[in-house]
Nanobody, 114 residues
């Protein structure tokens, strides 16, 4: 199984931006679908965005127009550019290999607060 490690989380003011990275332990070219999930305190984990190897993307309605998912095969990495952040975006963000039984990363905390 591929190992996934997230980075880039932190504390940001409302309206600010963060870029999350997900580094894979091996080439991701054979992984058809990778995604970013988040889990806020007391809430279920939800899919935020995903991207296929052909470049098709999906976004949950609450982040459309603000977040951009991308993947760089050469760097074995996936990214989530988060703009116009809101307090309700506060959560632990996880990357995942969405192949059945695929790996999760350990998560990175994003806190949006003034």
């Amino acid at each position: 199984q591929v190992q996934l490690v997230e980075s880039g989380g932190g504390l940001v003011q409302p309206g600010g931006s963060l870029r999350l990275s997900c580094a894979a332990s091996r080439n991701i070219v054979t992984i058809y679908n990778m995604g970013w999930y988040r889990q806020a305190p007391g809430k279920q984990r939800e899919l935020v965005a995903d991207i296929t190897s052909t470049g098709n993307t999906y976004y949950v309605d609450s982040v459309k127009g603000r977040f951009i998912i991308s993947r760089d095969i050469a760097k074995n990495s996936m990214y989530l550019q988060m703009n116009s952040l809101k307090p309700e975006d506060t959560a632990v963000y996880y990357c995942k290999d969405r192949t059945p039984g695929g790996s999760w990363g350990q998560g990175t905390q994003v806190t949006v607060s003034s």
